[in-house]
């Protein structure tokens, strides 16, 4: 699997960067994550529960960097192991570049594979499933840098005090 994605982050390409190797922020971006420690330099080991179509499973395992060139780029090489449901493997390959406003573009590039029960459930499902891990992570990313939710993901004030509506609700009025 491969997904490729680029995020407009509100702050200093310096900020982003000393972000992605701060174990207090990572631990809060993964989805599921129970414990994470380490450092950049000797790797981080996470504890993560996760649950993919009807497996959970805790995985524990072991992220990396690698390719670092400072304040520019680097890859996350991670692999998980959730005992009897399989296991998890991937890199995502993180390339900042400043914008003329003083925001940051954040590109990554991820490839990600399962194994065992996981890899049993289908590509849909799992590909799926994926895609919402790597967009969870890097929406929870710029919320951690930002300080709040991005103003597209917000509801609007007026809006707020209405109850939400379900998609046939909306469509039958």
Known sequence: MHMTDTRQIAAPTHQVWDALFDADVLKACVPGC????????????????????PVKATFKGVVTMEDMVPGESCTLVGEGKGGAAGFAKGQARVRLEPTPTGATLLHYDVDAS????????GSRIVDGFARRMAADFFTRFQEQIEGAAPAD???????ASQPRKGWVKRILG
Do not use: H
């Open 114 to 121: 399962v194994g065992g029960k996981l890899a049993q459930l």
């Open 34 to 53: 129970q414990e994470l420690s380490g450092t950049p330099e000797d790797g981080f080991e996470a504890v993560v529960v996760q649950k993919v179509g």
């Open 153 to 159: 993901t917000q509801i609007p004030a007026d809006d």
